[in-house]
């Protein structure tokens, strides 16, 4: 083999790391020990490697990716930082002919269907993307048929939400929502006087803010802890959500707290308590 030909494949297949790491160290990325650094960049040099930006952007059809997910309304929020996080890999591999377009939706209570028009509007698209990152404002039977026919047209897709079984080529980032919700069932439980939690449910539709749901119920259930909780759905319409944990407050004068599955109902939580702070809610 001559030194012109040896690819970044080579390299990793000589030295046992994976092709990202490669590519770090050879561009000066973070992500990377200094030992690895070191020991990779000595097999480059010699294996007589040579980086060619332009010849590798040329050889190849730039590659698109679209990322699908609602307008955030703070730079703090989820949506926010998985954008952020999309950005920041693609800042990556700057320079490599690959490109990202941020389909965002509006937030709020329309946003699963503006989701549903884009996917729909990416399959009819005469010039397909590459590749589809998609983090859903719910994950119902809507969403899984547009990604279905996506998918069966082989389109890669990338959902950041619980698998859905009936996809099998569907690549999932599943968080741990369950986990998540025992670990805020154990915090609350563990600060508060017994009595009633108001949860505030995000999409019913959404697997992701049912094992949340679960989560927070099993902890106390398992545990055989003080504590009741009562649900209110979230209607995507924020004064109506204040109205109705408003009145799930004032019906129960036994609660002690709110939980948000979602950290876009905090706000409403916020008001809502603020409103009557008497009742000494966490």
Not at 125 to 135: E, N, R, W
């Amino acid at each position: 083999m001559t030194t012109n030909n040896i690819t970044l494949k080579d390299i990793a297949q000589a030295t046992g790391y994976s092709l990202i790491s490669i590519h770090r160290a050879i561009h000066n990325k973070d992500g990377l020990s200094e030992e690895t650094r070191t020991k990779i960049l000595e097999a480059v040099k010699a294996m007589g490697y040579e980086v060619n930006f332009a010849a590798s952007a040329l050889k190849r059809n730039p590659i698109r990716v679209a990322y699908i997910g609602e307008a955030a309304r703070s730079a703090g929020e989820y949506h926010a930082c998985m954008l952020e996080g999309v950005h920041t890999a693609f800042d990556e591999f700057a320079g490599l002919n690959c490109s990202c377009d941020d389909l965002v939706v509006p937030y709020g209570h329309g946003a699963a269907a503006a989701e549903c028009k884009v996917l729909d509007k990416l399959y009819d698209d005469p010039h397909p993307y590459d590749g589809i990152v998609v983090l859903p404002a719910n994950t119902g039977s809507e969403l899984e048929y547009r990604l279905g026919k996506l998918i069966a047209k082989g389109i890669p897709v990338v959902l950041v939400d619980e698998r859905i079984p009936q996809l099998d080529s569907l690549c999932c980032i599943s968080p741990r929502s369950d986990l998540i919700g025992r670990l805020g069932a154990e915090y609350l439980c563990k600060v508060c006087d017994p009595g009633l939690i108001i949860i505030a449910m995000g999409d019913t539709t959404s697997k992701t803010h049912q094992e949340n749901v679960r989560g927070f119920s099993s902890y106390i259930e398992e545990n055989r802890l003080p504590f009741t909780t009562l649900v209110v759905d979230d209607p995507y319409d924020e004064p109506l959500l204040e109205q109705r944990l408003e009145q799930a407050l004032l019906a129960h004068p036994e609660t002690v707290a709110f939980y948000s599955v979602r950290e876009k109902n905090c706000q409403a939580i916020t008001r809502v308590a603020l409103r009557h702070p008497e009742r000494k809610t966490e």
